[in-house]
């Protein structure tokens, strides 16, 4: 694993990350309230993982943290494994046998922040050693917590050694920076008062800002085929481009605008969703301003907010099939992918640390159709090169009909090096089908079916397109080239171009399929 890393690694290749707390994935049903532990997880985990078709695995911080609802953030052992879940040669077995299985290892990492327990970093020789003096600087009014001074180059050193022994010592994939966006602003979450400015008058931390830059130039330069991945959540500028040319140095950058705007829209009741087509649209005014990662994470699913879903509007079946055409709208979308445990099976409560997910809801048809939903999705992400090639290049995308607000539909392309390798994506984000809806296309020939989430495996109604279509010279949404389609309700298809040979196949297996159930050859 760790001489071919670069190939699963790179921004070039499928990265579908599937985020998990250890504690509360799964516990034995004979006595729930007891945590597997590291190697019991890797026993489960590594299998359910390369079914359900993920590249990587992000665990929540896995440090010592000794405030368990802190869900790993509040750490105090910065070097040590949360004896929790066993010994630190537990957690390389996990790491190892995952390897093994071809799947990538992200920790979250946590700079930000500290807590003040007596035993731990805080007032360490009796000073203020590792944090600031000035609580308008040193204390984090969120969190109830303290913040490195990082101007100090001791901690600095403390930090980026720390960074670098996970790397090394345990052979992670990646690490994901929490709450970047708090270091970057001396006013974060803070009034008029309770923060002092920088020596320019502004808000940014400098010092901070100097630390990430130096945090992920010492990474890359001692591993340049991991990911460094940050949470942050403004509109700071450059946070995933290189240190050399003024930017902070970050591999990606979960987009949190998209996700805001994504969850709002298909919270709305279908009727309504013709007046807000622009919550979809927006993201691709600025997809490719920075490397972006979708994230729908543990965030999402607490503190009231309910499961994925639970935001879903309308009866069971338009539940469902809302959460299939999100799902999909994910896996199209320009960008890399995470999806936090059990949303990928559509738990019905939002994510609670101190239980097992709801595994028994997949004896259900319809938490288990989003489950298969997943599976395809992440498959067709990793075998499609539309979808990944050019993740975070324009050239990568282009709107076909980004218009049709009425009927709340939206369509474009996704496209690779190879032009013949090009996808056309149809999301239709209301309860009513389509029948002969005619969709412009980028070239001629014949176009076939890869994808629809309306597929009854899926529990869906099964309406679509199942024979290959030949495009019409006939001139639509700007293109010379058109074929006519049936768009199921709440659905998403998606179309590629097929070869001579893909013809040839297709044909054999449905005669073969005809001549098993006794049809005619």
Do not use: C
Request: charged residues 20%; proline residues 5%; aromatic residues 16%.
């Amino acid at each position: 694993w760790m001489a071919n890393r670069h190939q699963h690694n790179a921004l070039d290749k499928p990265y579908s990350v599937y985020e998990m707390h250890l504690g509360s994935w799964a516990r034995s049903p004979e006595s729930p309230d007891d945590f597997l532990n590291y190697r019991q997880v890797a026993d489960k985990l590594v299998p359910y993982i390369l079914e359900m078709g993920f590249t990587h695995v992000e665990f929540m911080p896995l440090m010592e943290h000794p405030y368990y609802p802190s869900w790993g953030y509040q750490i105090t052992g910065f070097f040590a494994a949360s004896s929790r879940y066993g010994s630190p040669q537990d957690l390389m077995y996990l790491v190892e046998e995952l390897h093994k299985a071809g799947i990538g290892v992200i920790l979250d990492w946590v700079p930000s922040h500290f807590p003040g327990d007596a035993h731990a970093l805080y007032n360490f020789d009796g000073t203020h050693l590792y944090e600031h003096a000035d609580m308008r600087k040193g204390f984090h009014p969120d969190w109830k917590s303290y913040i490195f001074n990082y101007g100090r180059n001791e901690v600095r050193a403390f930090l980026i050694s720390n960074a670098l022994f996970w790397l090394d010592r345990y052979h992670i994939d990646g690490l994901r920076v929490d709450a970047v966006a708090s270091m970057l602003y001396l006013d974060y979450s803070r009034n008029h008062g309770e923060w002092e400015p920088n020596v320019f008058g502004g808000n940014e931390n400098l010092e901070a800002i100097d630390f990430l830059k130096e945090f992920n130039a010492t990474v890359y330069s001692n591993f340049p085929d991991v990911q460094t991945i940050a949470e942050e959540s403004t509109s700071f500028t450059g946070v995933s481009r290189p240190v050399y040319s003024g930017g902070l140095g970050f591999g990606m950058k979960w987009m949190m605008g998209w996700m805001h705007d994504t969850l709002k829209y298909f919270a709305r009741d279908p009727i309504y969703r013709k007046y807000h087509q622009d919550q979809l649209t927006f993201s691709l005014v600025y997809a490719f301003t920075e490397n972006f990662m979708l994230p729908f994470s543990h965030d999402e699913v607490v503190y009231g907010k309910g499961s994925m879903i639970g935001k879903m509007p309308g009866d069971d079946w338009q539940r469902f099939a809302n959460l299939r055409v999100l799902y999909s709208f994910m896996f199209t979308h320009p960008g890399t992918k995470l999806l936090f445990m059990g949303s990928e099976f559509a738990q019905s409560e939002e994510w609670n640390f101190q239980h097992s997910l709801d595994w028994h809801l997949l004896q259900y048809e319809s938490h288990n159709g989003i489950k298969e939903t997943v599976k395809a999705l992440n498959q067709l992400y990793k075998t499609e090169p539309a979808l990944y090639e050019k993740a975070f290049d324009p050239a990568g995308f282009e709107w076909i009909d980004a218009g049709n607000y009425e009927n709340s539909i939206l369509i474009f392309a996704r496209k690779g090096i190879d032009p013949s390798n090009d996808l056309v994506v149809v999301l239709n984000m209301t309860p009513a089908p389509h029948h002969q809806y005619r969709v412009g296309l980028p070239a001629e020939g014949t176009w076939q079916e890869v994808f629809n989430s309306d597929k009854k495996e899926y529990w869906g109604g099964g309406v679509g397109n199942f024979e290959p279509l030949n495009t019409e010279k006939h001139k639509w949404h700007g293109r010379e080239d058109s074929i006519s389609i049936t768009i199921p309700p709440l659905a998403a298809v998606i179309f590629k171009r097929s070869s001579d040979n893909d013809l040839t196949i297709n044909k054999a297996q449905k005669t073969i399929k005809s001549s098993s159930k006794g049809g005619k050859i």
